[in-house]
């Protein structure tokens, strides 16, 4: 028998009748015939010579008599206050955040394994057994702090029901909020007000990333905006993501959860100076009170950014080498109209405007003609292609299949690395594909890992 298995009801029976004129010799060999030592035989038998046949019966509970690290139940109250103070107040409660957050009011707080048992014995925890393990996600981060920045806009609604947007604009390396700017809309202006705002607090940064929105980059579609033309006056890079591919801007878009979690426990703003003044109040929280834990260590937003030297800034580039600003497009012409929209000799802004005549197809420049293929394509870039008759683009040697309702249209081929994405020229993804074997001749559109499906 196992030393550690409890013995038999059976046996334990047997030993608490055993006879006291029992032979000599008999003891030992019960034992060996039933695998138990002598000392438990007699353990039992004066179990039961002291509490009763009854109690021998039942082996003793091995339970310690004390547990210096069970957690009582006062603690345990503790920290479910402190989970729903945070949870009040708009900021995040999961088991880490209340770690730390009693760790920083100096109380005692038990691992974070053990808040995590807390809350679901409580039933006050969010069960999410489909959610990806943090140790799986794999983060880029820039090497110091204004290496890069992200902005970005989001809709968000006041009394009556009025929406407006807030813009954040926010350090890649550090996580810290750089600015915010609260407008009506989401236009070129507001977007060139909030990085303003930053920069004159910050400093100028290497790199701007925004989405492809027509307030802030449009430069994929085919024109240069307020916002590309002054950050590149100041030596900045701008850059975008691809289209629909908002993971890119995820610091940004994870941001934006933050903070709507945190303005709906806060009373809903009548006008955009209380919502500007909620939002600046956030931004202090979460720069300097809230511990980030996408951050080595869990340290706040300020103290990755005060860790770290800042980046160098730009050179500002000549004014030689600025892109001109484009437009969407030339002058249109109204539906059946003989002349132009703008009349030669026109007055406007208080300048003398003169229509130039539309060009002949001998007059245009034939280097401007858009193919349909690349026959040598970089290791990553973007071109505007005229999608062939049946439907298809060459790239390389290969034939990428958009279907046949796109033949004759332009479109815009980004690639990199990975993959080759194609979209239309308003930003809408049309497919997406993963390079395929060197030699492949034809990809078709199910091969698309990403399509437009109407």
Same mark, same amino acid.
């Given at each position: 028998m196992n030393r550690n298995e409890p013995v038999n009801a059976r046996i334990r029976l047997a030993i608490a009748q055993w006879p006291d004129d029992a032979p000599r010799g008999s003891v030992t060999t019960f034992c060996d015939e039933h695998g138990i030592t002598r000392k438990t035989f007699y353990a039992? #038998?004066?179990?039961?010579?002291?509490?009763?046949?009854?109690?021998?019966?039942?082996?003793? !509970?091995? &339970?310690?008599?004390?547990? +210096?690290?069970?957690?009582?139940?006062?603690?345990?109250?503790?920290a479910?206050?402190?989970r729903?103070?945070?949870?009040?107040?708009?900021?995040?409660?999961?088991p880490i955040s209340v770690h730390d957050k009693m760790v920083s009011l100096?109380?005692?707080?038990?691992?974070?394994?053990?808040?995590?048992?807390?809350? #679901?014995?409580?039933?006050?925890?969010?069960l999410e057994p489909k959610k990806k393990?943090?140790? !799986?996600? &794999?983060?880029?981060?820039? +090497?110091?702090p204004n290496a890069c920045w992200q902005l970005d806009a989001t809709e968000y609604v006041l009394t009556g029901g009025r929406k407006c947007v807030i813009f954040q604009l926010q350090d890649d390396h550090s996580r810290r909020a750089l600015a915010t700017h609260v407008a009506s809309g989401?236009?070129?202006?507001?977007?060139l007000a909030v990085v303003k705002k930053g920069i004159g607090a910050h400093g100028v940064p290497q790199r701007l990333l925004t989405d492809n929105g027509m307030a802030l980059n449009p430069s994929r579609r085919g024109w240069e905006g307020q916002l590309v033309t002054y950050v590149s006056s100041l030596g900045v890079e701008p850059i975008t993501g691809k289209p629909y591919k908002p993971t890119t801007?995820?610091?940004?878009?994870?941001?934006?959860?933050?903070?709507?979690?945190?303005?709906?426990?806060?009373?809903?703003?009548?006008?955009?100076?209380?919502?500007?003044?909620?939002?600046?109040?956030?931004?202090?929280?979460y720069n300097t009170e809230r511990p980030h834990q996408g951050l080595p260590g869990?340290?706040?937003?300020?103290?990755?950014?005060?860790?770290?030297?800042?980046?160098?800034?730009?050179?500002?580039k000549p004014v030689s080498d600025l892109p001109e600003p484009r437009g969407p497009g030339p002058v249109a012409q109204l539906p059946g109209a003989t002349e132009p929209v703008v009349d030669a000799g026109t007055e406007t802004a208080g300048r003398t405007t003169t229509a130039l005549p539309a060009p002949t197809p001998q007059e245009t420049d034939p280097s401007q003609k858009i193919s349909g293929s690349i026959a040598h394509p970089a290791v990553t870039g973007s071109q505007k292609l005229r999608v062939y008759p049946n439907g298809v683009v060459s790239i390389g040697r290969t034939l990428f299949s958009l279907t046949k309702r796109m033949g004759g249209r332009i479109v815009i081929a980004d690639w990199d690395l990975e993959g080759i994405l194609f979209a239309s020229t308003e930003g809408e993804v049309i497919a997406e594909y993963f390079w395929p074997p060197e030699g492949t001749a034809y990809v078709g559109i199910s091969k698309a890992r990403t399509r437009y499906r109407k």
């Open positions: 039992i #038998r004066a179990r039961a010579r002291d509490e009763g046949q009854a109690a021998a019966l039942e082996p003793r !509970s091995r &339970r310690p008599k004390t547990s +210096p690290t069970k957690l009582t139940e006062d603690l345990k109250q503790d479910l206050k402190v729903a103070a945070l949870e009040s107040s708009g900021l995040d409660h999961g100096k109380m005692q707080a038990p691992s974070i394994a053990s808040l995590a048992r807390i809350f #679901r014995e409580k039933n006050v925890a969010r393990p943090r140790a !799986s996600y &794999r983060r880029f981060v820039y +090497p110091a989401e236009t070129s202006e507001a977007a801007q995820g610091k940004n878009e994870r941001f934006h959860q933050t903070l709507f979690r945190w303005l709906d426990k806060q009373p809903l703003a009548q006008t955009h100076g209380e919502l500007q003044a909620q939002v600046d109040r956030f931004d202090l929280i869990r340290i706040t937003p300020q103290q990755s950014w005060d860790a770290t030297a800042i980046a160098e800034a730009p050179r500002p």
